[in-house]
């Protein structure tokens, strides 16, 4: 069955996964996988341990399962963040920030993780597919970075997902700015000198300095994001 969605991220169970009486053990459950990572107990494990403890659906799992990193990891990653990247180049996980962008204005839920990002639930599986918020959101990205004042900027796509030329296309027709296609854009974005735009874990665990793209736009602008606090 072709997928018909025409938002990002729009669950409807959502509003009562994380809602009320939920949110409470959704933080505690935060609360408790990162203490297990932070003591190396392995990922999956930890998860499975915390989500059965609290009774969690998959969808909660995977809330935490973005949210969290352990003490160790958190501390990696803010001493590698830049805070103010005017003038400077910078290289955007293209799949990664767009489409928590197109989440944010669609209303979906985004959680504020221990490290300050802000992540979606939203997956590619193969295959991105446009959607309403698509070309807005690869606007004020833009606008956003103007407003930074950064120097160059460069997109990179995951070139063996499905449309990704056209969605090559369309962000470089919206802004005239340079988009890459790469096999594998997390290690182009793990050895690049430039400030890497991204909130993917992988990616903040090998850059050598990011900046929180995201978390500025949906701090600042007029989104209709319904943000979920899992960072303490």
């Not at 018909?4 to 669950?11: A, D, F, L, Q």
């Not at 009320?20 to 190396?40: C, F, R, V």
């Not at 990193?69 to 990247?85: G, K, L, M, T, W």
């Amino acid at each position: 069955m072709p997928d018909k969605r025409k938002h990002r991220g729009s669950n409807p169970q959502d509003n009562e996964l994380f809602s009320g009486e939920n949110i409470p053990l959704l933080q505690q459950g935060s609360a408790d996988y990162s203490l297990l990572l932070t003591k190396n107990y392995p990922q999956k494990a930890s998860l499975k341990l915390v989500g059965d403890k609290f009774a969690l659906t998959d969808r909660q799992r995977l809330a935490i399962m973005r949210s969290c990193c352990s003490n160790q990891d958190r501390e990696f990653r803010i001493a590698r963040q830049v805070q103010q990247p005017a003038g400077e180049m910078v290289i955007i996980d293209g799949y990664n920030v767009l489409i928590t962008i197109e989440a944010a204005m669609s209303g979906a839920f985004i959680f504020i993780g221990r490290d300050g990002c802000f992540r979606d639930l939203a997956g590619l599986h193969g295959t991105y597919r446009k959607v309403s918020e698509t070309i807005p959101a690869i606007k004020l990205i833009d606008e956003s970075l103007k407003e930074l004042k950064t120097g160059g900027v460069e997109w990179l796509l995951d070139k063996p997902v499905s449309n990704s030329g056209r969605l090559k296309k369309i962000i470089e027709t919206e802004t005239g700015r340079e988009v890459k296609l790469f096999d594998n854009p997390d290690g182009e974005l793990k050895r690049s000198d430039k400030i890497v735009v991204s909130s993917d874990s992988i990616v903040l665990a090998g850059c050598k300095r990011w900046f929180n793209l995201a978390s500025y736009i949906i701090t600042n602008k007029q989104l209709n994001a319904k943000i979920i606090d899992l960072s303490r």
